[in-house]
């Protein structure tokens, strides 16, 4: 570009995204953060238990993943009733209202009344097989759990879930370090426990500072209304967790501290990822569930769900189902993988209790709660008798909670066709279990071969990955075109199929081009590239690689706006550099002030530019600016000197239809070099857009592009319009999120054939 640069240009912001409808992007934001937070507690969670696998013996660790199950069930109760009526209070009452102070009042009085209760029930259910020691911080464990969900309601009904995800993943980081280190000495077992208690005691003490000036005695009347229900929703939530590990309370009971149930324990662990699964899909959906009427969005709704949680609770049934033994045994102690065989039927168990949780999730969203617990309550009763009777060995054990769960999740989803006659959950879930089916059967084949399981286990996540996708889509015709009659909504759904493979095509292409790139010889890297662009798939976005770079540019700043991104990415990843400018930029709107006077500071500008991207001081040629094509012999012959003492393998250059003469005549020099087969020729845009098959996601060094414009002094207009054609640019592989540069990346006999067909 040839043009005076008199303004400093900040971070532009001319070009914004659309912004959300602000209730739905809060909707959708916070729900990504409590997913993200629920996902690194349970990695927390499971790292924490296959500590104490390797730092206990079985009898002790047996004893903590009992311990452990029976704080999921306190844990399930407490985050789904206390803390749910302490936020809805709070979006309903102005701050310091004595509405909300009685209800934070009847919220820390409740957990303590309830956390009291689950502790006693703790000490009750351990007292065949834990230790006193493991009893008394199992008890307070119980306890600090409910005080600890005021800090939970408060913090949802205020909207801050930064701040909720945060102690939660703080949490899990305590027990963690502690409970390892604790476990690690004498303590065992108890020093385990320990470490959960002194986690839950401090996010209880930091609800109680939360709240400390906002609480007051509830009247009776309140107690009653929030009294009822808290009742109702916990009771749910309680009968759903004690349901799901009513195999590891029974086998607890019967077994005690025996190797077999620390066996079965320690494969219940890797099986029962739908069911977590399950907690994350719940919590991204209720908001959106309760906000919705109880209609035919609201069925949609469920049945999307559905769709969503089955495409991610197939994929990891399967993975679960078949890890191989030697897989095991790198994660858990030898002595465990005997009891590999438990896999298959604890991870259908798996699979059937996140069903059960999700569905019951669908009933309290609709405010419903008597379908539930009936059938929760039938099932308790029923599937513990059936589970003890069956509790002789673990592997009857295991085969029986699968047929247990199967049943209820089968009951349940009877009761929502009932409830909700719009939704078609029994289609979804055949597809899903037949889909399980497919892929265990797949990594089942392959488990002999752990490097081909894990290509397996690849392929399994990413189909998930697309079907999640697309259960996350919104209305189809059926709901959204009532005009439609049955044909044009059937031509929908087709066309909505196909838009939805084809949008997966485009997003599996660009991720896949790079993960190919060090795979793939140079010769036919080029060519696969331009085949994924010609697809459908439009420009691939690609990270560049090479050792040897240059980059051609007609003036100084040309090469900043073109490609600079590009460039500091090249230079942080140790490409070499060497940018050549062909003219000094003398012919600038800045020549009132003298020829050589505008050269030098166009020429100390330029150097600072490339300092700021990384790259070495350039080249200047010398050559007169608005005048390369009266000497064009000249530059085809600097040119050729360079590239031949420098031999790159990628060589930057302006588009041929560039909107300048002095930029269509470095293009045609390009064009005439003598350049070698494997140096691809990317051409960039400055004055014009081009037809590009390459994208490149600058944002990471989009502010190194603005310091280098800024050393150039670009006209604050011109600066703002560039830089707004490269966050357009963003539009199609970022979607819309960052800023991205565009290139037409050919071979060298390619750019030729096309500049011999250029306009006259």
């Given at each position: 570009?040839?043009?005076?640069?008199?303004?400093?240009?900040?971070?532009?912001?001319?070009?914004?995204?659309?912004?959300?409808?602000?209730?739905?992007?809060?909707?959708?934001?916070?729900?990504?953060?409590?997913?993200?937070?629920?996902?690194?507690?349970?990695?927390?969670?499971?790292?924490?238990?296959?500590?104490?696998?390797?730092?206990?013996?079985?009898?002790?660790?047996?004893?903590?993943?009992?311990?452990?199950?029976?704080?999921?069930?306190?844990g399930?109760?407490?985050?789904?009733?206390?803390?749910?009526?302490?936020?809805?209070?709070?979006r309903?009452?102005?701050?310091?209202?004595?509405?909300?102070?009685?209800?934070?009042?009847?919220?820390?009085?409740?957990?303590?009344?309830?956390?009291?209760?689950?502790?006693?029930?703790?000490?009750?259910?351990?007292?065949?097989?834990?230790?006193?020691?493991?009893?008394?911080?199992?008890?307070?464990?119980?306890?600090?759990?409910?005080?600890?969900?005021?800090?939970?309601?408060?913090?949802?009904?205020?909207?801050?879930?930064?701040?909720?995800?945060?102690?939660?993943?703080?949490?899990?980081?305590?027990?963690?370090?502690?409970?390892?280190a604790?476990?690690?000495?004498?303590?065992?077992?108890?020093?385990?426990?320990?470490?959960?208690?002194?986690?839950?005691?401090?996010?209880?003490?930091?609800?109680?500072?939360?709240?400390?000036?906002?609480?007051?005695?509830?009247?009776?009347?309140?107690?009653?209304?929030?009294?009822?229900?808290?009742?109702?929703?916990?009771?749910?939530?309680?009968?759903?967790?004690?349901?799901?590990?009513?195999?590891?309370?029974?086998?607890?009971?019967?077994?005690?501290?025996?190797?077999?149930?620390?066996?079965?324990?320690?494969?219940?662990?890797f099986?029962?990822?739908?069911?977590f699964?399950?907690?994350?899909?719940?919590?991204?959906?209720?908001?959106?569930?309760?906000?919705?009427?109880?209609?035919?969005?609201?069925?949609?709704?469920?049945?999307?769900?559905?769709?969503?949680?089955?495409?991610?609770?197939?994929?990891?049934?399967?993975i679960?189902?078949?890890?191989?033994?030697?897989?095991?045994?790198?994660?858990?102690?030898?002595?465990?993988?005997?009891?590999?065989?438990?896999?298959m039927?604890?991870a259908?168990?798996?699979?059937?209790?996140?069903?059960?949780?999700?569905?019951?999730?669908?009933?309290?969203?609709?405010?419903?709660?008597?379908?539930?617990?009936?059938v929760?309550?039938?099932?308790?009763?029923?599937?513990?008798?059936?589970?003890?009777?069956?509790?002789?060995?673990v592997?009857?054990l295991?085969?029986?909670?699968?047929?247990?769960?199967?049943?209820?999740?089968?009951?349940?989803?009877?009761c929502?066709?009932?409830?909700?006659?719009?939704?078609?959950?029994?289609?979804?879930?055949?597809?899903?279990?037949?889909?399980?089916?497919?892929?265990?059967?797949?990594?089942?084949?392959?488990?002999?071969?752990?490097?081909?399981?894990?290509?397996?286990?690849?392929?399994?996540?990413?189909i998930?990955?697309?079907?999640?996708?697309?259960?996350?889509?919104?209305?189809?015709?059926?709901?959204?075109?009532?005009?439609?009659?049955?044909?044009?909504?059937?031509?929908v759904?087709?066309?909505?199929?196909?838009?939805?493979?084809?949008?997966?095509?485009?997003?599996?292409?660009?991720?896949?081009?790079?993960?190919?790139?060090?795979l793939?010889?140079?010769?036919q890297?080029?060519?696969?590239?331009?085949?994924?662009?010609?697809?459908?798939?439009?420009?691939?976005?690609?990270?560049?690689?090479?050792?040897?770079?240059?980059?051609?540019?007609?003036?100084?700043?040309?090469?900043?706006?073109?490609?600079?991104?590009?460039?500091a990415?090249?230079?942080?990843?140790?490409?070499?550099?060497?940018?050549?400018?062909?003219?000094?930029?003398e012919?600038?709107?800045?020549?009132?002030?003298?020829?050589?006077?505008?050269?030098?500071?166009?020429?100390?500008?330029?150097?600072?530019?490339?300092?700021?991207?990384?790259?070495?001081?350039?080249?200047?040629?010398?050559?007169?600016?608005?005048?390369?094509?009266?000497?064009?012999d000249?530059l085809?012959?600097?040119?050729?000197?360079?590239?031949?003492e420098?031999?790159?393998?990628?060589?930057?250059?302006?588009?041929?239809?560039?909107?300048?003469?002095?930029?269509?005549?470095?293009?045609?020099?390009?064009?005439?070099?003598?350049?070698?087969?494997?140096?691809a020729?990317?051409?960039?845009?400055?004055?014009?857009?081009?037809?590009?098959?390459?994208?490149?996601?600058?944002?990471?060094?989009?502010?190194?592009?603005?310091?280098?414009l800024?050393?150039?002094?670009?006209?604050?207009?011109?600066?703002?319009?560039?830089?707004?054609?490269?966050?357009?640019?963003?539009?199609?592989?970022l979607?819309?999120?960052?800023?991205?540069?565009?290139?037409?990346?050919?071979?060298?006999?390619?750019?030729?054939?096309?500049?011999?067909?250029?306009?006259?």
């Open positions: 570009m040839d043009s005076v640069m008199t303004a400093d240009l900040s971070l532009p912001n001319q070009v914004q995204p659309t912004p959300a409808v602000p209730e739905e992007a809060g909707i959708r934001r916070h729900s990504l953060q409590l997913m993200a937070a629920t996902v690194v507690v349970g990695i927390g969670n499971y790292g924490f238990s296959l500590a104490v696998i390797w730092l206990l013996v079985p009898a002790d660790f047996s004893e903590v993943s009992s311990l452990s199950s029976l704080l999921l069930v306190v399930s109760a407490s985050n789904a009733a206390l803390p749910w009526v302490l936020a809805r209070g709070i309903r009452t102005a701050p310091g209202s004595v509405e909300r102070r009685e209800t934070v009042g009847f919220t820390i009085l409740g957990a303590a009344i309830c956390g009291g209760a689950a502790a006693l029930l703790v000490v009750a259910l351990s007292a065949r097989y834990a230790s006193p020691g493991a009893q008394i911080a199992t008890a307070i464990s119980a306890f600090s759990i409910f005080v600890a969900g005021v800090a939970v309601g408060y913090l949802q009904g205020l909207g801050r879930f930064v701040a909720l995800s945060v102690i939660c993943v703080v949490e899990v980081v305590i027990k963690l370090g502690l409970g390892m604790l476990a690690a000495t004498s303590l065992h077992a108890v020093g385990a426990m320990t470490g959960t208690a002194i986690a839950s005691t401090t996010l209880a003490l930091y609800g109680l500072f939360l709240v400390r000036r906002e609480a007051r005695r509830p009247r009776r009347e309140v107690v009653r209304s929030a009294g009822a229900d808290t009742a109702r929703i916990g009771s749910v939530q309680l009968a759903v967790s004690l349901l799901v590990t009513l195999d590891i309370i029974v086998g607890s009971f019967f077994h005690g501290r025996t190797v077999s149930l620390a066996g079965y324990q320690a494969m219940a662990m099986s029962r990822l739908p069911f699964a399950s907690i994350a899909v719940s919590m991204v959906i209720f908001p959106r569930l309760s906000a919705t009427d109880r209609g035919r969005e609201f069925s949609r709704t469920v049945d999307q769900t559905i769709t969503m949680y089955l495409a991610i609770a197939s994929a990891s049934a399967a679960a189902a078949t890890l191989p033994t030697r897989v095991l045994d790198l994660v858990l102690p030898i002595r465990y993988g005997s009891n590999a065989h438990l896999l039927p604890l259908i168990a798996g699979l059937a209790a996140g069903l059960i949780n999700l569905t019951t999730t669908f009933f309290q969203a609709a405010g419903r709660f008597k379908a539930p617990l009936k929760l309550a039938v099932g308790c009763v029923v599937g513990s008798g059936i589970l003890s009777f069956s509790s002789s060995s592997d009857t295991a085969w029986a909670a699968a047929g247990t769960f199967g049943v209820i999740a089968f009951a349940l989803l009877v929502i066709r009932r409830a909700f006659p719009s939704t078609h959950p029994f289609r979804r879930c055949l597809s899903g279990c037949a889909l399980t089916a497919l892929y265990g059967f797949a990594l089942r084949e392959a488990r002999s071969d752990v490097p081909l399981w894990l290509a397996g286990s690849f392929a399994v996540a990413g998930a990955v697309f079907r999640t996708r697309r259960g996350e889509d919104g209305a189809t015709g059926e709901e959204s075109g009532t005009a439609l009659g049955g044909d044009e909504r059937k031509a759904r087709r066309a909505r199929s196909w838009a939805h493979r084809q949008r997966d095509l485009r997003w599996l292409s660009n991720k896949a081009a790079n993960v190919m790139r060090p793939t010889p140079p010769a890297w080029e060519g696969l590239v331009t085949a994924i662009s010609l697809a459908g798939s439009g420009p691939a976005v690609v990270v560049p690689k090479a050792a040897r770079v240059v980059v051609i540019a007609p003036h100084p700043d040309d090469e900043t706006i073109g490609c600079g991104g590009t460039l990415l090249l230079a942080s990843a140790g490409s070499e550099v060497r940018v050549i400018i062909a003219t000094d930029g012919a600038s709107l800045e020549a009132a002030c003298g020829g050589r006077e505008v050269a030098r500071r166009r020429r100390i500008r330029a150097i600072a530019a490339c300092e700021r991207l990384g790259v070495r001081p350039p080249m200047f040629l010398g050559l007169p600016d608005a005048g390369l094509d009266r000497c064009s000249l085809d012959k600097l040119l050729a000197r360079e590239i031949d420098f031999e790159p393998d990628l060589v930057f250059a302006p588009w041929m239809l560039d909107g300048h003469p002095d930029h269509r005549a470095v293009a045609l020099s390009v064009a005439n070099l003598e350049l070698p087969d494997l140096c020729i990317w051409t960039y845009e400055v004055w014009a857009s081009l037809p590009p098959n390459r994208l490149v996601d600058v944002s990471d060094w989009w502010d190194d592009k603005i310091a280098a800024n050393c150039h002094e670009l006209d604050e207009a011109d600066g703002a319009a560039h830089l707004a054609l490269q966050r357009w640019r963003s539009l199609h592989g979607a819309g999120r960052g800023y991205a540069e565009a290139f037409l990346a050919l071979t060298p006999a390619a750019n030729r054939r096309l500049l011999d067909g250029r306009p006259s």
